[in-house]
């Protein structure tokens, strides 16, 4: 039995407080997992499950504009798992579907993107429990429904694979502060149940693989910018009216640019984004040429390797602009950029007359896991197939998958690496 777990939002500077504790027990501690660019829940989640990047699973955002109706733009949440891009093109990336051709059975709680996936045997969806728990229900109870579906799944000894993923640190967080009372606490009682999991999974006299790790990061917000609003005060701003440009983002430190300009006329408006004090840099995404053309495919921070640090990206001014058939496109309005914020500063997506609806947030990521570190989250793992006490300075997020492939010894296609260093020589040697 492997099971992976998720601590939302927790990043890796905030975990060291606890790390010495599991070390103390035997697992392996990577420091630091580089994230996704933005460094968002449901890109990093997709990206973790699949082993690709997001020019494959084009999960970009928590938030996406379904352009369907070239004359409309509808903004789009997707913590419903909205079909536009929750779907089998997805679902045939993730490990899930790599397992079910192999006859291994999974169970998946809270984990985005995962309705309708007809690869997990058992599914627990984050909307569903909700729904079963009082209107008022908090992050936490959400995370006791979690704990219990987990801890179900392993004494059940039905599953060769439980997915699961813990919520609360990162509401509170965004609520109070990554550093607040309110959020500690919660991550007091998150590691309080990894170690009852790992209990039970000790008590359960089957062999079993542990993996922990967490998306992304917190950083505190200090003030916001709308770019939108920029927009309509520029000589874009019939553009803007008209529909054929728009930001789309979720209070997040980066925003997606979405277009049906030229290519031209695209860099133009990077370009004057590009001069602002409050952003760190806008980020051109590519037609399929790597790093030549902005983010590119392929591209994701620091990618494929255990060690390196490079972004691969460059100044947004590449020979690519476009991004092959974004979902739901009729039209050429799709995501042509990524305007990444400074530290600090909270990006937001409104156009006159809707009003800012973050501005009572204390915490938040997106930004770009290179400029601002506290984006990066961790990983811990032990078990009969991984090395025991081996300390890793960083691997990434891609890699995730891959790597639980390599412990079940079953191939899993995607571009992320198995993390060499993690796993045992045991399974090495049958190779």
Known sequence: MNVLISLDGLSYKSFERWSQSFIDLGFSYCKKMITTFPSVTFNAHATAITGNSHDQHLIFDNVVADVANAATIERIALYGDHELLCNEALHRQTLFYSLAMHDLKSSCIHWPLTTGNPYIHYLVAES??????????????????????????????????????????????????????????????????????????????????????????????????????????????????????????????????????????????????????????????????????????GSEPGFGSESGSGSGLESGSGSGSGFGTWPGSGSAFRPVGILDLKHTICGEDILAPEQPQYEAMKSLHGYHPDQVEEMNGFMLGIGDRIKQGQIIEQSHLVNIAPTIAKVFQIPHHCKGREIQSLISDTIKEHE
């Open 128 to 297: 569903s429990s909700k729904k079963k728990i009082e209107q008022a229900g908090s992050a936490a109870d959400l995370d006791t429904v979690a704990l219990h579906e987990t801890i179900q799944a392993i004494e059940s000894g039905s599953y060769d694979f439980i997915a699961a993923r813990f919520v609360g640190y990162d509401a509170l967080s965004h609520q109070y502060g990554k550093d607040s009372m309110e959020a500690i606490h919660c991550a007091e009682s998150l590691i309080g149940h990894i170690h009852h999991i790992y209990d039970t999974l000790s008590k359960s006299q089957q062999a079993f693989n542990l993996f922990i790790f967490s998306d992304h990061g917190q950083s505190d917000v200090q003030s916001f910018f709308y770019p939108n609003e920029i927009l309509a005060q520029s000589r874009w701003r019939e553009h803007l009216l008209n529909k054929q440009i728009r930001f789309i983002g979720d209070g997040s430190g980066s925003l997606l640019f979405y277009s049906r300009l030229t290519q031209q006329e695209n860099q133009e408006i990077m370009s004057y984004f590009n001069r602002w004090e409050q952003v760190n840099h806008f980020y051109e995404l590519g037609s399929g040429s790597g790093a030549e053309s902005g983010l590119g495919f």
